[in-house]
Each structure stands twice: as structure tokens, then as C-alpha cells.
């Protein structure tokens, strides 16, 4: 079981990003599955989730910036985000569970 987080990089304000899950032992599609963020010295803050069903949902910090979709072919899933700030800067995270990857590095600054 692995979980795989890439995508993140430099990116300036206002400016989109789309992170990407790898997901390995797991099947995304029957998977409730989750992003979450954190900062050096904080904790994990929950960002987004995507059900089995196919529900989502985004942490009010982020709504109407962010989304989480899947692609079950590819066993995939990834976090659209867009008008991001500096304070999005942190180590994200896919999740399913307990279980998270190593996480994949968002900086926004000018």
C-alpha cells in the first residue's frame, strides 16, 4: 500500500496548481480518500476529501479555490487549486485513513 504525492512547487500568487496521488493497494474508486496540509510546527489540517461514493468536500479555508476529483482508470486522485495564497504554502498530503505519503511541496510567493 503506498500513497504517492506530487505536483507541488513554487508558484506566485493567484497562480493554479494540480496536485496528483499516486494510490498503489488501494482502490480509489471504492476508497474514501483525503488531502490535508501542514506547516512546520503545526498540525495536520484537513483540506479536501473525495468518497467512494464520489461526494467531496473542501475545508471551508479553501472552498471555491480548491477541488478534489479522481481518475479511477489511472487509480488516481488529485487536488485542483487555483487563487492560491501565501497562506496555502505547506506540505501536502494524500491520506486514506491514517496512512499518507511523503507529501508534495506547495510554496506560494511572489
Known amino acids: 500500500e503506498q500513497l504517492v504525492e506530487t505536483g507541488g512547487e513554487l508558484v506566485e500568487p493567484g497562480g493554479s496548481l494540480r496536485l496528483s496521488c499516486r494510490v498503489s493497494g488501494f482502490t480509489v474508486s471504492i476508497t474514501d480518500m483525503n488531502w490535508a496540509r501542514q506547516v512546520p510546527g503545526k498540525g495536520l489540517d484537513w483540506v479536501a476529501s473525495?468518497?467512494?461514493?464520489?461526494?467531496?468536500y473542501t475545508a471551508d479555508f479553501v472552498k471555491g479555490r480548491f477541488a478534489v476529483s479522481r481518475d479511477n482508470d489511472k487509480n488516481e486522485i488529485y487536488l485542483h487549486m487555483s487563487a492560491l495564497k501565501p497562506e496555502d504554502t505547506a506540505l501536502y498530503y494524500c491520506?486514506?485513513?491514517?496512512?499518507r505519503g511523503r507529501g508534495t511541496q506547495v510554496t506560494v510567493s511572489s
Open positions: 491520506r486514506v485513513g491514517t496512512q
Open positions: 473525495i468518497y467512494s461514493s464520489g461526494d467531496t
